[in-house]
């Protein structure tokens, strides 16, 4: 008998999981999507029926009003979100305004680094992105010499083409023109969370997962990051089905699944005019 | 005559050239895809997950699962691929983008950058600007030269949060073309909109700039 993770539904992707501990009050969970693209549309609305408060979501943006995680927003179940992007959504701002909602802004990089690096056992990285922004006040910052960096940042000398990203000694005093080039770079710490819900396009009874287009986005990372994953497929197809060499995410990730018919909302239907 | 939103975007396609890995910000910035030459090939990356991007599609065409980065409905050229936002990151930081436009609320004179947030107005967040700004070769900014009040958006200092530090390579306006310096650290006034000359964007422009001995005309 091979493993099978599907559910037979939504809300039975959910079933025993408060009495096992594995969802709480208060937890955290990652939902894949970017806009309304590759969310996991029917497991936020399952996410809503459990009731439970005071979630802190990461996601790299919030819904709108009516779809997404702006239904969690609207039953207001969500304490905090960490999200690059808000966009239009008048349920967000007002709970933001008010003081109910927090909000922590990463950019949108760095939000996809924190998880993967979560997800991969790695307690946090540098980055330049954010650096002498808003985001890096109160990180660490260091100096790192750079190989094969671009000419564009200034009093660089032009780029060795290879070696070792190094740790700079603090600088004393102004830098001598033929020092090597350095930059500063933010610490930034991983993500990983109690539960993530992620969309994808075919699976197998595995769990093997396969993304569709730029439904893709943040859901592999996610499903790498969190204790306990549930997707939501378009298409489940017997284990052995699927090209080995076409597997985005590996089964061994996957705790559960569910097969919905996705509505698949569309944000800003832009066409030619030809 | 102050530069049109056209001929800024028309402007800023001059600097692609052929085999350019590009991405384009949301707003006036997207208006740079209409104006690439003939027979160039540039290839458009989209930091949601995709590089090739095609023109919007028919209407029989459109599928919800292929959006560009301002979530509207797209279409992949021949030859396009997808993949995750980690890894569109890594092409973004990695430094494997050719050159990236976008918009700016304000740019300082040694190319700081800030266009993401207005303190005491709701944010909305940053999105990958940051990630752009830090990671891809060459920055050039379109903009307005000025706010809608007249007042200076080529500053000494930026007044407003930054989205990045001394990364701006090059600066469109609707009254010129500048260059930053990197030896002097100061934008170089190269290129002056027809009609517009260089006292006039000197007397708009509140940060210290660098005069080229040889102003041409913005070609447009």
Request: net charge neutral.
């Amino acid at each position: 008998m091979s493993i099978t993770k599907r559910c037979a539904s939504p809300a039975d992707a959910f079933k025993d999981l408060a009495a096992q501990g594995v969802i709480r009050d208060g937890m955290t969970v990652m939902v894949g999507g970017f806009g309304l693209c590759g969310i996991p549309e029917h497991l936020i609305i399952a996410l809503r029926d459990t009731g439970l408060k005071g979630l802190t979501c990461i996601s790299n943006n919030a819904g709108v009003d009516d779809w997404g995680l702006g239904l969690l927003l609207q039953t207001r179940q969500i304490r905090k979100m960490i999200s690059s992007y808000v966009g239009e959504n008048a349920t967000f701002e007002k709970q933001f305004l008010s003081g109910e909602l927090e909000v922590e802004f990463n950019p949108q990089g760095t939000l996809a680094e924190r998880i993967r690096a979560g997800g991969a056992g790695i307690p946090a990285f540098y980055t330049a992105t954010g650096v002498g922004t808003p985001v890096a006040a109160g990180k660490e910052i260091r100096e790192f010499y750079r190989p094969a960096d671009d000419t564009r940042h200034q009093n660089r000398t032009p780029a060795a083409t290879a070696g070792t990203f190094e740790q700079m000694a603090p600088r004393v005093g102004p830098r001598a023109p033929d020092a090597p080039r350095r930059r500063e770079y933010v610490l930034e710490t991983g993500l990983y969370a109690d539960l993530a819900l992620v969309k994808a396009w075919r699976a197998d009874e595995f769990g093997n997962l396969v993304y569709r287009k730029t439904a893709r986005n943040f859901n592999p990372m996610m499903a790498t990051a969190a204790a306990f994953v549930i997707a939501e497929v378009e298409e489940v197809v017997p284990t052995g089905t699927l090209d080995p060499d076409g597997i985005h995410t590996p089964g061994s990730y996957v705790d559960r699944l569910v097969r919905t018919v996705s509505e698949k909302r569309i944000e800003q239907r832009t066409v030619s005019k030809a | 005559m102050p530069l049109t939103r056209d001929q800024i975007t028309r402007r800023a396609a001059a600097e692609l050239r052929d085999g350019f890995i590009v991405n384009l910000g949301i707003g006036m910035p997207t208006l740079v895809a209409n104006h690439i030459p003939p027979g160039m090939d540039v290839w458009l990356q989209s930091e949601n997950g995709l590089l090739g991007i095609g023109p919007f599609p028919k209407d029989s065409e459109v599928d919800p699962d292929l959006i560009n980065a301002g979530k509207q409905t797209i279409t992949a050229r021949a030859g396009a691929s997808y993949f995750s936002s980690a890894d569109s990151f890594a092409m973004i930081r990695g430094g494997h983008i050719d050159m990236c436009i976008l918009g700016a609320m304000q740019v300082s004179q040694d190319g700081d950058i800030a266009n993401w947030m207005i303190p005491g107005k709701m944010v909305k967040g940053m999105g990958g600007a940051m990630d752009l700004v830090a990671g891809v070769k060459k920055i050039v900014v379109t903009m307005e030269h000025n706010a809608k009040d007249g007042g200076a958006k080529v500053v000494r200092a930026c007044s407003l949060p930054l989205t990045g530090q001394r990364c701006v390579t090059m600066l469109i306006t609707d009254l010129c073309v500048m260059h930053m310096d990197p030896a002097r650290q100061r934008f170089v006034l190269t290129e002056v909109a027809p009609g517009v000359t260089v006292d006039e964007v000197k007397a708009k422009t509140e940060a210290e700039i660098v005069v080229a001995p040889d102003v041409r005309p913005v070609a447009v």
